[in-house]
């Protein structure tokens, strides 16, 4: 096999640069000349950023001791109409929050609420009744 000189060197790399972006330079004796440069990393990658961004008040906010995991505050006993339906929305169950809008139910009637009640408001399904009850005694639960 015949030895390649650093011209040829060279010129195989910036021919095999030219035809894939992505292919790997080729390098004579494994050393680059004081002309080249390592690749960037991720060069291949479109807007790759070079350093990851900073946080910033945007981002999803931080999971908090102060808030249910819905977002919702603390304390359901203390949750307007519109929280309430926001409760039952991210139970997906938000098929019920017009009519608990309708009938005035807040956080504090919320954690009253019995089965029969709830069939009372349209919960008429057997699943949707004990996965909101269930509900209801974890947030009792929470507050206790």
Known sequence: MQAMSASDAQRRMSESNTKSPTAAPILAAGVLSASQSEPEP???VPNYPATP???SA???PK?????HPSGLP???STWTVQQVGDFLRWLELGQYAEAF???EIDGELLMDLDKDELKELTVTALGHRKKLLKALDNL???TA
């Open 140 to 142: 009792k639960a929470s």
């Open 58 to 60: 945007t981002d999803s």
């Open 101 to 103: 809008v309708e009938n």
């Open 74 to 76: 603390l304390g359901a």
């Open 42 to 44: 991720h060069a291949d």
């Open 53 to 55: 961004p900073a946080s």
């Open 63 to 67: 999971p908090s001791f102060d808030a």
